[in-house]
């Protein structure tokens, strides 16, 4: 397989993510991010023969990163599908377990680099930011449609903004006058509040919280975590970066508890029960290297678990 990785996206702690899946002979292997393909083309080339991976990406420019014409082409399907249905696409495949589940959450470099998809303040373009542009409300359907609370709420929650409520107060004041359609044209109605705050910084939180409620991030990942749970077979691993506090607390309550609630089951004896024992007690974080050489590696957390 050959893939852009390289101008797409660069891969993040990829041989401790991939190393975490413990990759045996003869077993099945599901990569939810497939993006630039980086950790899906390190999993190929771990497989051997009677082994096979599934990757999954709702972005079909990411599609466009497999070109099955190697060897290992028979060993790998790629699944344009959001990750939230890794059940039935498993099922369809006629897959009853799997051996192990990379993730790599979030968006891939190529999202902030393509001008034309609104997830960057860099470019003027549609405030659109659906990693899945045939389905869902775009970031401008959000923004225009949201009550004024809602959006308090998405801004507070998913960019951690104090400034929340008057974000969204101005956001409501300035859709009254004319529908805000583009990045420019909702950087120009916040941009008052954050000339006083940390400016550039915040804007950027700004983003994230919309495009963490366009394609409703969370929820994916905890649909997703609780399917891999029911489809690991024992001695299976789950190995999952996340790059949004929330995100990480999601994947390190299903690990401990079973649960993306994080609510501490006990048996009759008090024993905490758990499907999964845990590989990392503390997260995996990459290396100064890595953070020098990939700035976008410095908020990524790996957590790594075992089915019992
Ligand atoms: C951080 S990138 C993965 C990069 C990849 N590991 C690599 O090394 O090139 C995340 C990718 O996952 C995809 N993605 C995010 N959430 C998804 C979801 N719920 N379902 C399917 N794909 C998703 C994005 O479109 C993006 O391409």
Known sequence: ???????????????????GLRIKPGSIYVDVTFGGGGHSQEILARLDNNAHLYSFDQDADAEENFHPSTAKAQQFTFVRSNFRYLKNW??????????????????????FDDETRGFSFRFD???????????????????NNYEEEQ?????????????SRRIASELVK??????????????????PIFKRERGKKEIAKL?????IEVNQEMSALKEMLVAATELLAPGGRLSIITYHSLEDRIVKNMMRAGNVEGKIIKDFYGRTQSPFKLIN??????????????PRSRSAKLRIAEKL
């Open 207 to 211: 983003f994230q919280a919309l495009r």
């Open 90 to 111: 498993m099922r369809y495949y006629g897959v009853d377990h799997i051996d192990g589940l990379l993730g790599d959450l979030g968006v891939s470099s190529h999202h």
């Open 151 to 163: 959006l308090a709420d998405v801004f507070y929650l998913y960019g951690e903004l104090k400034s």
């Open 281 to 294: 007690n503390k997260v995996i974080v990459p290396s100064n290297e890595e953070q020098e050489r990939n």
């Open 174 to 191: 300035t859709r009254s006058q004319k529908q805000i359609l583009t990045t420019s044209d909702f950087v120009k109605a916040v941009e």
């Open 1 to 19: 397989m050959v893939t852009k990785a390289e101008t797409y996206h660069v891969p993040v702690l990829l041989k401790e993510s991939v190393d």
């Open 125 to 143: 373009a549609p405030l659109d930011m659906r990693m899945n542009r045939r389905a869902g409300q775009t970031a401008a359907d959000i923004v």
